[in-house]
């Protein structure tokens, strides 16, 4: 009986439908021999909007009030090393795919008019970065995981390297680089998992872990925790890794900023949630307020560079440095209550911060600047604009009624539990993040219309309105409904916070176990069945 065969659930191929529609989309994209750029643009649009409605299927399939995986997958893939295809979704990756799969025809409509070059690559590209996102969110083995994660690297750096502005090339290398520094560290991690194990299965891991078959000395824990932690720290960003992001936000294409502030950043939070606090509880415990003092340096941080910035996309992009951190926080004060704040959080800032950067391109098709001085009194020429801007900046900030508001407020609530002083910190960056939302909306959309450029300025298009008024409705919905969210995310955190726990550790009678190697035996593998349950 091998360890995988623990987690061994047929769930039908919903899930590898999810992840590999947009793959078909963007193959038939490439053989087709068309050069009308308006059909390749439909039948992206297509893919990516049939996409969507194919992962709402995916609710259904997570009962309320599972902590558990669903839909699970489990095909042998690769005999030696013995490498599983093995697929789950639960409450928490649930929404981030949804996220995902709601974006990315966003993006495509905010596209349609401004990629004038290379239209079906670029359109291939962003078909290909759904694939490696979606992906990431429902591996539930450590090899396929870090597989989708090289896979998301490659479109991404062409859309930044191909599609970006003046400084493309330096972003996209940057992006790059910091990204597989941390991806070195997390395979080496992985690798010594696998070596210990004899598995690279994620259940059947954090099984062994949870039973006592499989012990981590304080070192090597801490080490492992180190090396997962920094590869997802990276991603974030969270401060100091956060260097990175704002070229690649400034030089991206506005499709390519609207995913990687939506969904790539929240996969670094995604694996601290689902490798780092599981696999590493006791280094969890031991870094949480020094993880805890870097999320608020980095929430106080981002808002203050943000505050006087004067570009107006460099500071959407430091204001998700900002965000991020009460994700991180929320994560690492280790409660259920501040959890379900960061999984939100990290769908409302996806929403909200995906909007911000639609606004900011919209502005830039029409002037082709980021400067917040060459702009002022637009509310004059495009109101409708500027409405929604502001509805966006609002659920941004932290309204009550609106998406961002629900996050942050259960992060403090939760932080607060476990240390007040933390809260009264981290609660500085909202203030902040109202001062800059707002006097960043002051000069670019009201006074006097200073610059003659400005004056006939288009309108929101129909095709503008409808994307804003598709973000307005989700913003104003996530804000008022928030309960269909958590609910379905609740069990899952606690689940997670659960299998913290080492039940063995406190029982003192009991000998500390070994860890299980590669070549473990099949009856000490074989009764780990009796002591853990089939799942």
């Given amino acids: 009986m091998t360890p995988a065969t623990l987690h061994f659930v047929s769930g039908g191929h919903l899930l590898t439908v999810v992840i590999f529609f947009p793959a078909l989309g963007a193959l038939a994209l490439l053989i087709l021999r068309s050069e009308d750029h308006e059909w390749i643009r439909r039948v992206s649009f ?50 981030l795919v949804i996220l995902t799969t709601f974006l990315t025809p966003i993006s495509i409509l905010a596209s349609w008019t401004s990629i004038h070059a290379r239209v079906k690559e670029f359109f291939v590209m962003l078909l290909l970065l759904e694939v490696g996102i979606v992906g990431v969110f429902l591996s539930l083995n450590l090899f396929l995981f870090f597989l989708f994660w090289e896979v998301m690297l490659i479109p991404m750096y062409f859309l930044i390297g191909i599609w970006g502005h003046e400084r493309r090339i330096y972003a996209a290398v940057k992006f790059v680089l910091y990204t597989m520094a941390g991806s070195i560290l997390m395979l080496v991690g992985i690798l010594w998992l ?18 006592g078959l499989l012990a981590l000395s304080p070192r090597a824990e801490t080490l492992l925790f180190l090396a997962f932690f920094v590869a997802f720290a990276i991603k974030v960003p969270l401060f100091p890794f956060h260097t990175w992001l704002p070229d690649a936000h400034v030089e991206a294409p506005t499709a390519g900023s609207v995913i990687l502030a939506g969904v790539l950043l929240k996969m670094g939070t995604y694996g601290m949630i689902r490798f780092c606090l599981p696999l590493f509880p006791d280094a969890s415990r031991r870094y949480a307020p020094a993880i805890a003092v870097l999320a608020i340096i980095g929430i106080i941080y981002g808002a203050l560079v943000a505050l006087v910035q004067p570009n107006l996309k460099k500071l959407v992009a430091y204001s998700s440095v900002s965000h991020l951190g009460f994700v991180v926080l929320g994560i690492f004060a280790l409660q259920n209550i501040s959890m379900q704040g960061a999984v939100f959080q990290m769908l409302a800032h996806g929403i909200s911060t995906g909007a911000l950067f639609l606004l900011v391109g919209m502005l830039y098709d029409r002037r082709h600047t980021f400067e917040i001085d060459d702009y002022g009194g637009l509310a004059t020429p495009m109101p409708r604009l500027a409405a929604f801007f502001l509805f966006v900046a609002l659920s941004s900030l932290g309204l009550p009624m609106l998406n961002g508001f629900v996050g942050e407020y259960l992060v403090l609530l939760g932080t607060y539990q476990v240390h007040w002083k933390w809260t009264a910190w981290a609660a500085t960056g909202v203030i902040l993040s109202a001062c800059y939302l707002l006097w960043s909306y002051q000069r670019v959309f009201f006074g006097e219309v200073t610059n003659d450029k400005n004056r006939a300025l288009a309108d929101a298009s129909a095709r503008e309105r409808w994307i804003l008024a598709s973000m307005a409705v989700v913003i104003l919905w996530m804000g008022i409904g928030s309960p269909f969210f958590t ?14 726990q080492r039940p063995w550790a406190y029982e003192a009678a009991a000998p500390r176990p070994t860890a299980a190697g ?12 009796e002591r853990f349950g089939s799942r």
Avoid: K
């Fill in 194 to 211: 696998y070596n210990a194990t004899g598995t690279f299965d994620l259940p059947t891991i954090q099984q062994m872990l949870q039973g």
């Fill in 518 to 529: 590669p070549h473990a035996s099949s009856s000490a593998l074989g009764s780990s069945l």
């Fill in 46 to 95: 297509t893919v990516a909007a049939a996409e969507f409605v194919l992962s709402l299927l995916l609710i259904p399939g997570v009962p309320l009030g599972s902590g558990t995986y669903h839909l699970e997958e489990f095909h042998p893939w690769i005999a030696s090393p013995p490498i599983q295809y093995h697929l789950g979704v639960d409450g928490i990756s649930l929404f």
């Fill in 487 to 500: 609910r379905r995310f609740a069990t899952s955190c606690q689940t997670v916070l659960d299998q913290m």
